[in-house]
């Protein structure tokens, strides 16, 4: 849907797995994407490779980009969990 300025934003829910989830695919016109955990455990964020002792922790009720790390704004972005799922809100924005 069009945003003021002409851009597009987009909004998911992406429940997140024990396996790496697509949060975010690869997106060469995306200006910004933001992610919020909104499940009550931590989730992982990296590469289609990431794992709990790898990726970059997104604590419940936390929003990434945040004080602790930037996302890439057209890079795939993955999320990982411990146990059962957890679910990630994703809003995106781009040209």
């Known amino acids: 849907?069009?945003?003021?300025?002409?851009?597009?934003?987009?909004?998911?829910?992406?429940?997140?797995?024990?396996?790496?989830?697509?949060?975010?695919?690869?997106?060469?016109?995306?200006?910004?994407?933001?992610?919020?955990?909104n499940g009550a455990a931590t989730v992982f964020l990296g590469n289609s490779a990431v794992t709990i002792a790898n990726g970059m922790p997104l604590q419940p009720g936390d929003t990434a980009p945040g004080d602790s790390f930037m996302l890439p704004a057209t890079a795939a972005i993955y999320g990982v969990v411990a146990a059962a799922t957890e679910e990630v809100r994703v809003l995106e924005i781009g040209d």
């Open 1 to 37: 849907m069009p945003a003021s300025g002409g851009s597009l934003l987009s909004q998911a829910a992406v429940v997140v797995g024990v396996a790496p989830t697509l949060l975010s695919a690869i997106n060469a016109t995306r200006t910004a994407v933001i992610l919020r955990n």
